[in-house]
């Protein structure tokens, strides 16, 4: 059975005060692992897919990186605005097209 | 820029109490998704539809559930007597054809369901 496992489950930063949140998984066979954003009430808002040990990806502020074990989403001064729940999901190459996600970690940013 | 479209954003029905929800997915997308999140849960998975039939199913996604596509751009999902434990947010979602790589699925803004 694929797991997602995000850590921690809620991070508190200053404006500004990088920081990282961790995606450990396990899958049968990688087909892609997917970042999320989500803000209270609404759907998940893709950000980046991930396929292979090594890959990296950035947009603004966020860089995503993945290993045979793990993804971390990278958040680099950020900003009140970053403040939502981030979701990591992976989708299994015996598993079709299905998204397994994680809890998320709910990032609040203070000015 | 395409998106997801969600229809009604909040439902409010009666236990046992039929609800059909729908969707427009992104036009030149193929693959459809339902998905769900519980209150303070992950999402979880429902079904996948691909050419005109059910490609993919959870176990969520029982005797009870539904999906359909009427005509060329909405999708629905039909829960046929409703619990309680159906309250929760509904989420369709889309993407591109397949090939080797993933595509990235594209999520609407939801149906909060509520059963009373």
């Known amino acids: 059975e694929d797991q997602v496992t995000q850590s921690p489950e809620a991070l508190r930063l200053q404006e500004g005060e990088s920081s990282s949140l961790n995606c450990s998984y396990t899958v049968s066979g990688l087909r892609g692992l997917f970042w999320y954003r989500q803000d209270p009430g609404k759907g998940p808002e893709f950000l980046f897919t991930l396929y292979s040990a090594g890959e990296e990806k950035e947009k603004e502020r966020l860089k995503a990186t993945l290993t045979k074990k793990e993804s971390f989403l990278h958040i680099t001064a950020p900003k009140p605005e970053d403040s939502a729940t981030y979701l990591c999901?992976?989708?299994?190459?015996?598993?079709?097209?299905?998204?397994?996600f994680g809890e998320g970690t709910q990032l609040t940013v203070n000015p | 820029e395409p998106e997801v479209t969600q229809t009604p954003s909040h439902q409010v029905t009666q236990m046992g109490q039929e609800v059909i929800l729908r969707c427009v997915p992104i036009s030149n997308h193929l693959y459809f998704y339902w998905y769900r999140q519980i209150l303070g849960q992950k999402v979880e998975f429902l079904v996948s539809?691909?050419?005109?039939?059910?490609?993919?199913k959870s176990e969520i996604f029982d005797d009870q559930f539904s999906v359909e596509r009427p005509d060329g751009s909405n999708f629905t999902l039909k829960i046929r007597s409703t619990k309680l434990e159906d309250s929760a947010m509904y989420f369709c979602a889309s993407s591109a054809e397949q090939g080797f790589l993933s595509t990235e699925a594209f999520f609407g803004q939801g149906t909060r369901l509520t059963v009373v």
């Open positions: 539809f691909y050419n005109n039939e059910i490609s993919e």
């Open positions: 999901a992976v989708q299994a190459q015996a598993s079709g097209s299905r998204l397994t």
